[in-house]
């Protein structure tokens, strides 16, 4: 059986490593076993990576367990959908000085994949062991909403929270009339000494609350600020967690006031922020580039930055798959400051994977997603496809179907119908195409390594270009 190099760890008298076995990979003890149960295929001596033996791996050799690292200077997110892609992306952290956070995951995609927080957090912990990778990573429970979710981030081992402020956020204020602000606000004397027509500097951007900007300012997110208050006091204070507050999921940009508001109020009550994601302008659709004016984003990323610094922590940017034309901006700005996060464009690599090696498989799922899942997925998602632009499968021969993936259209056909894609049921019960995937993305493991290489590597790369020529 294939022994992974790299996963030769010792412990005391025993070796503890990672064989591959046809269908899965197993533990191999040799010496005194320090605890590991369970029986496998593979017979004595090697033991299922389940979740039990993954928790005393990370008991055992502490390297393999998530922790704090968004005080680092630069950090990537990089959700692994499936739970296969950690390695491909090791392959990129082993050549940047950014840590990465390995398990990544919100609510909605664990119920969108079948998964758990355990289970990602199990599948990165089992990655790391076997690449031998000894730099530390973060598991951040993204977008969390409630104390529930909260509780269920931290009780699975989760080091980094990301609190999504928008059901505290008020999105009816910036229609309103300065008068039916006027009649909304209620007053608070306390925050208009602070904030009343005063001009606030961030490395000499000024920030000025105007009458009506302030009011409106407090009507939006005083309530967000409450829940983040709250939430920091009771879950995060004195402990060893990163703490992001994102208020990213709102329906207009977030103004250098607004931001420079929420930091203050936080750091005034006390909070520890380690990131914060503002939402930028123009638009972080999934799995494509910016669309927008990048003279404009420059402009106000270079205000977001600038009060991140006079605050102390990093700005986080979400939605960050594939947007390279936004990345040597945010390198620059943030003067390689700053967190990233990506999420869905490993998905993205680990089809095109299908497309290449499996057509007649890629055609089933591609006529699924666009016949049956789009209409139900994009519900959820902002996106603008087209899905008459994307070429019709009949039109084109199974060696061009991998040049879906270089457009815009299919691209997001497949990227936001992935839940869908792999949890849909035949009428007998059966997984439609989920077994099928799994079985294929193991046979073909190399190939999606150096693509997720390639491109989350271009990410990186396109980053650092900004602040270290
Ligand atoms: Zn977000």
Not at 129 to 146: I, M, P, S, V, W
Not at 258 to 269: D, G, I, S, T
């Amino acid at each position: 059986m294939f022994q992974y190099p790299r996963s030769i760890h010792k412990i005391g008298d025993t070796t503890v490593s990672m064989v591959r076995g046809e269908d899965a990979d197993y533990l191999k003890v040799d010496g005194p076993n320090p605890g590991f149960a369970g029986t496998c295929a593979a017979g004595e001596g090697f033991f299922p990576l389940d979740h039990a033996n993954t928790v005393l791996l990370r008991k055992l050799f502490p390297f393999c367990a998530p922790k704090p690292i968004l005080t680092s200077m630069r950090t990537v997110g990089v959700g692994d959908r499936l739970g296969i892609a950690t390695p491909g992306h090791l392959r990129v952290f082993e050549k940047y000085d950014a840590i990465p956070v390995l398990a990544q995951q919100s609510i909605r995609e664990l119920t969108l994949t079948n998964r758990t927080f355990g289970d990602v957090l199990d599948c990165a912990t089992r990655a790391v062991f076997r690449e031998d990778f000894q730099r530390g990573y973060g598991a951040d429970g993204d977008h969390l909403k409630t104390d529930s979710e909260v509780e269920y981030a931290l009780g699975e081992g989760y080091t980094m929270l990301t609190l999504d402020c928008s059901e505290h956020i008020r999105n009816d204020v910036l229609g309103m009339s300065a008068g039916q602000v006027a009649a909304e606000y209620a007053g608070n004397a306390e925050l208009e000494s602070i904030y009343l027509g005063k001009t606030f500097d961030a490395e000499g951007h000024g920030v000025t609350f105007g009458e009506d900007d302030f009011r409106r300012t407090c009507l939006i997110y005083c309530k967000a600020i409450d829940h983040a208050v709250a939430i920091y006091r009771k879950h995060v204070e004195g402990r060893p967690v990163d703490f992001e507050v994102s208020i990213d999921e709102t329906m207009t940009p977030t103004t250098p006031v607004q931001h420079y508001f929420v930091a203050n109020e936080l750091a005034r009550r006390g909070v520890k922020i380690a990131t914060v994601a503002p939402r930028f302008c123009g638009e972080f659709q999934k799995g494509i580039d910016y669309i927008g004016d990048l003279k404009q984003f420059e402009k106000e990323m270079a205000v977001h930055a600038a009060i991140a610094r006079t605050f102390g922590y990093k700005l986080s940017i979400h939605s960050g798959s594939d947007k390279f034309s936004t990345f040597p901006i945010i390198g620059r700005l943030t003067k390689g400051n700053f967190h990233l996060k990506t999420a869905g464009t490993n998905w993205l690599e680990a089809m095109r994977v299908v497309a290449k090696t499996d057509p007649a498989l890629y055609r089933e799922i591609h006529a699924y997603a666009l016949d049956t899942a789009f209409a139900e997925a994009r519900k959820y998602y902002h996106v603008t496809t087209d899905l008459g632009k994307i070429p019709p499968l009949d039109t084109l021969d199974d060696s061009s179907l991998e040049g879906l993936f270089d457009q815009n259209d299919a691209r997001q056909l497949i990227h936001i119908t992935y839940g869908l894609i792999l949890t849909v049921k035949d009428a007998s019960g059966a997984f439609r195409f989920r077994d099928r995937l799994f079985r294929l993305w193991r046979e073909h493991e190399e190939e999606y390594s150096s693509r997720l290489e390639k491109h989350i590597g271009r990410h990186l790369e396109m980053l650092y270009d900004g602040f270290s020529r």
